[in-house]
Every structure is written in C-alpha cells, then in structure tokens.
C-alpha cells in the first residue's frame, strides 16, 4: 500500500534539507527519498556564502555554524613573478577583503557539506520530533494523474522506489526533485539539460600540505606559468582544498598523483609535499540549465537537478540551499492554508530566472579563471584583481533580485522612502538597541525563519508629536489586517509579526507611548512581548548601528517594509491599504 505524503523530497542534499527545515518548522507532512546508505560524509561543497550563513541564522543555527568553520576574511593573488633570476616562480601582488565591508554582517566561511548537511538534519528532525530521511531508498519514476492535478490539496503525484530489493510507492501532493546531475524526477519528466561541457579540466582534493608558502591559511588564487590554482582553507588548523587547473587531459583519465606533482609546479619555487590527501577529484567544466522546472505545479525541480555548473565561485551549494529555502516557506503557506496555491508558482519564476543568471555568471566566471582565455585577451594581474572584486556581491550570494509578482511589487512601492534597500532583493542586517532591555541585536533576529510575515515599521523620533501621531495611524490599520488574517485561538503575532524602529530617544520615550499592535499579548502565560521595539542608537557598550542611514530612510518621513517570510522585501510609507490588499491576495 502506497504510503501518503504531503510534500516527498527525491534527493537528501542541500536543496531537500533546507526545504525540510522548513516543513518540519511548519508540521508539514514530509519525507525524504536518499539513494546513499547514510549520511554523507566527506568532499563535495565546502564554500558557505554570506547570504547562506544569513540563512542559517534565520533558523537559528548560524552559531553553530560559524564556530566550526573557516572564515575568509581576507585574499591573496600570486601571479608569475618576472624578475631577473626568478624562472619559474610566483609573487605575491594584491591583498584585499574577501567580501567587502558592510555587504553583510556575516562572513563567508568553508566548512564541509557533510557538516552543514548535518546541522539542517539535526535540525530538521528536531522541528519533526521523529526521523525525516530514508537512506538507501532510490527513486525509481514518477507518473502525475492530471486529472486531479487541479485541486491543490489531491494527492496526485506518485513515486515508485526501492530498497534494499524491495519496491516502495508513495503518493504526494507535491514532491521535489532534488536528486542531484543525474535526476531521476528530471529524467521521468521528459526534461531535458541545455548546455555543453568545455574541454576545460579543473583537479580538487582536500590535503594536509606541508609548505613553506606563506599565505596557506589564506584563500588564494595563483596564476603561474605552470597553471592556475585556488587555495581555501578548510575548518580545522591544518586541511586545505586545492583546486587545480589541468590542460591537455580527459577528466576521468586524472590520477592523485598528476594533482600532486601540478600543484608542486605551480607553488615552485616554495616546496610542497602532500601528508595526506583525505579527498579527490577531477572533472569538466560544463554548465546545463533544465529546460523546465516544474510539472504542472505539482513537481518542481531544484539544486543539481536542474542547474549545474563549475565549482570554483562556490555557487552550487548555496543556490540549491536557497532553491530549497525558497520552495519550503511557500509549500508550507500553501499546505496550511495560509496562501493560494498559486503562491507555489512565484517558485518557478523567481528560482527559474536566478539559476539562468547562474549559468551566465559561471560562464564568464570560468573564462575569468582559464590561463588560455586570459593569454588570448591580455588580461594582466590586475585586470583579473579588478574583475574578481566586481564579482563580490554575487560571490556572497546577495545580488539575488525578484522580479514582480504575487509577493513582491516593485511598481506599488516607493523606493525612495528607503533608498539603501531594493525592492525583491534581500533585507539586509542592521545594529539596533532593544528598547525593553537596552540590549544590542542585529535587527535581522527579530524576523526569524518562522513562516510569518514581518512587517517592520521606521516611524522615527515619536517624541515629536506629529510621528507619534502617524505612528497611531498606521498602528489602527496594522490591528485590523493582524485581526482580518490571524485566527482568534492563536497569539497575535503567529501570521504577521510586527517591529518598530524608532530613530532615536530611548530614554525619553516611555513603554505605554508604544502603541499595543508592537506589544501583543502572547504566550501561554499571555504576557506581554516587549521584544518588538528598538531604537537607532548606541548601546552603553555597542556603536551606533546608523540603521535609517544605512536603509536611506529620513527619520522624519519614515517608511514601512514588508518582509516576506525568507527576507525578502518591498517598501510603503505609513499608510495600510496596499498591506491589506497584498494579504488579500495570499
């Protein structure tokens, strides 16, 4: 008998994990289908963007996350050094950020995919209080009985696996194929990867080098005569990844040894040898785009099944954890019914349009890194230095941007009330003060991964009469959306979750200035949550985080921004209409 399922995720990677997180979160029933025997447990992905990290802390886990990794904060080109009696050798010719300043409070950190696998694991199977993932269980096909295709809540996707010789079959409202390159789901639904594979051949292993070259704990990019070579740092005192570029060879043809004796020509004259080499691997430079990414709404595509590409910017990863972010929070909505199942669309359009720009970028991202293509063009050291920088914001995975739709409404906001953030693109971390408590935050923790809707409001000095004013305003018709949206057995705060920034004035301004939509009534003790207010300030022991300059918002106009449940946002000064009409919606 076929076991049922709201949402079943092909494929136990980041894209599946991460979409877990959030169904698990949501008690939605799920499962996930895993062809290995168990968890992974070395290679693979190590490079954690600053936008990941981000994501981590809005689950709560980025602490943890951050204490057992390696943190890139700084760079380092090498390239031929073509001094007289130096043949051969590399120099040193550039230090700089690895990310630049203020793009995010958070750091871009290396720590092995089965470390970061294991943190969502643990996490997910701690939201489901039971075991998520069945390992060793290959996804056979699928078939989608289109007929009952059109009723959102039918389960009307069904799955055939096995295990351990014995055939399985599921059935699902929706399932995720996140099954990697050589996707199954992808396969049984007829679609079809577009791209080619170049004759490029790039090396990796994780080592334990012994070296006399200085910057081995640093990340590195070295251009040489003997080849091209990017250093990272691995978590720990002593491992270290190598990618390597190789010319003239067939991916599969490589041997440990040819890896060796490259990267000790490219580091010469600075000796290298190999203690131990814990992983290895070589292949060609490709990049592929599925030509769809969903089956009538009811199958969607994600990660390596339906995008892939080098893996040098430390893009793979990160876009298919984010693929998976996104998709979770939007079948949670919809399978709770707190949204139209036409909220799962926005899935397509939004994570469609992000991998192609993907594939874009890691095409000229690999010219970038080729020593042909850099000969052929004349690109200098500092060319390549120049073109590496301009890269940062994507490399961080922060220049993602949305186009309209559903839940985000560039045309309806007003950009110019807070000219530091753009509309449909992540809302980016501020310092703030706390204004129950004095304590200093990042405001980024008061909007947690939960699946509500944050609406934060910047309704500056109110010990001016006229914001204080405007602030009861705006607060009359926030009440009203809260109460036409959220149920009257749960607290107030479970569908939309109110925050007040002011500029300035905490300790002239007084708790019952407050109006009571910030200060809900919540909890099994129905208390009152303080927690929702802050102010623009410095803390007796924290600088001043200068929030309303960093967002480009005058203290004196203010402005509300709606933030969606995975952070992203778009901006209204402080009247209520479009609020209402855009839950309407949902």
Known sequence: MAEKVDVLICGGGSAGLCAGVWLARCGINFRILEKRAGPLETG????????TVEVFESFGLAEALLKEAYHVMEITFWAHDNNAGSVGGIRRTKYTADTEPGLSHLPHILLSQARINKLLTDEMERAAGRSCIEYGCEVQGLEVDYERA???YAYCVAVRASKDGTEKEYQAKYVLGSDGAHSVIR??????????????????????PRTNFPDIRKKVVINSEAGNLLILPREGDFLVRFYIELEDVIARDVTVEELHEKARLIFSPYTLDIAETVWWSAYSIGQRLADQFHESYRVYL????????SPKAGQGMNVSLQDGYNFGWKASAVLRRQAAPELLNTYVSERQNIAAELIEFDRNWAKLFSSTYRREHN???????????LSGLYTAGLATKYSDSMIVSAETSEPALASGLTVGMRFPSAHVIRFCDARPLQLVRA???????????FAGDIRNSRALVQLQKLSTGLE????RFTPPDVDRDTIINPILILSSGRTEVEQDWIPDVFTPIVSEWRMQSLFKVFVDEEGYSSPHGHAYEKYGIDPNQGALVIVRPDHCKYLKDLLIDELRRRHEIL
């Open 480 to 483: 009203a959306v809260i109460s």
């Open 379 to 389: 690109i200098s050291p500092e060319q390549f230095h120049e073109q590496f920088k």
């Open 150 to 152: 059109s009723d959102p």
């Open 187 to 208: 396969k049984s639904l007829g679609f079809q990867m577009i791209g080619d594979t170049s004759d490029a051949v790039w090396g990796v292993m994780d080592v334990y």
């Open 44 to 51: 693979q992905a190590d490079g954690v963007q600053c936008r």
């Open 447 to 457: 909007v947690p991964a939960d699946s509500r809707w944050h609406i934060v409001v």
């Open 302 to 309: 994600s990660g390596d099944a339906c995008h892939t590409h």
